[in-house]
């Protein structure tokens, strides 16, 4: 009988100490399962500080051009390269319509565009090759070696006028970082934009525009193409850049 009553209190107290157990391990859980379950809402309060709109990336297209025009002591130059890579990303307020109606003021946008040094090729006045001794000079001059990009990096945009029909281009002022031959500077231009449509979902800009600028503001010494000939400190930089977004499955060229 005494060992019946021993089994039967080992078992009393082995139960009792399991219910503690229990209830201790509810008690620590608790604040773990709360935290758990008050995640979501600090993830979705966090979601909700957007910006102004979605951003839309646009890519480099073909049909692309930059334009270099200097002047030197026997007759003026220019070279070209029919290649821009870059990107740009854009707000709600960047036409990509023609006639798209859009608001003046400050469009949302950032983005990359780069040339490299030894696509630019001189040219004559009728769009012909020059020689290869001017490339050399040019691409000597740029410090292709150590620097073999031309660089901008957008960093503003404000439309000022909006297109006047669906044919016209809307006329914005950016502001950016000029990298020419390792040396940075920041420069504002007046650009236009032009949305080119649709073709095979893939939606196309153009963005064209001039930068004047001097030589002697990045470093550059006005070279000397032969022994009496030495080009001027003011250049000109003529671009038309086409950039694009695609439609999910639809091809870009």
């Not at 008050?38 to 049909?63: D, E, K």
């Not at 990107?87 to 946008?109: C, D, H, R, T, W």
């Not at 404000?158 to 950016?176: F, H, I, M, Q, R």
């Amino acid at each position: 009988m005494k060992m019946k009553i021993r089994t039967l209190g080992s078992i009393v107290l082995a139960s009792a100490l399991l219910s503690v157990a229990g209830t201790a391990c509810s008690q620590q859980s608790s604040p773990t399962l709360a935290s758990a379950q008050a995640a979501p809402s600090t993830n979705a309060a966090a979601s909700a500080l957007t910006p102004t709109g979605p951003l839309t990336r646009l890519t480099q297209r073909s049909g692309s051009k930059m334009r270099l025009e200097g002047t030197s002591t026997a007759h003026d130059w220019q070279s070209e390269s029919g290649i821009i890579l870059g990107y740009v990303e854009v707000g709600p307020n960047f036409p990509l319509k023609p006639g798209q109606k859009v608001s003046a003021g400050k469009i949302e946008a950032k983005g990359e565009a780069k040339v490299k040094v030894t696509s630019l090729k001189s040219k004559n006045k009728d769009g012909s090759y020059y020689d290869d001794k001017m490339d050399d000079k040019m691409y000597n001059m740029l410090s292709y070696t150590n620097h073999p990009d031309i660089v901008l990096k957008l960093t503003g945009l404000t439309l000022k006028e909006a297109a006047k029909d669906a044919n016209s281009p809307y006329l914005v002022d950016a502001t950016g970082d000029l990298e020419v031959a390792g040396v940075t500077n920041t420069i504002s231009f007046p650009a236009k934009v032009l949305p080119l449509g649709e073709k095979g979902g893939d939606t196309r800009v153009k963005i064209s525009g001039e930068v004047p600028l001097k030589m002697s503001k990045f470093g550059m010494e006005p070279a000397t193409m032969i022994v009496i000939v030495k080009t001027g400190d003011d250049v000109t930089i003529k671009f038309d850049w086409v950039i694009g977004v695609k439609k999910a499955g639809a091809e870009s060229k």
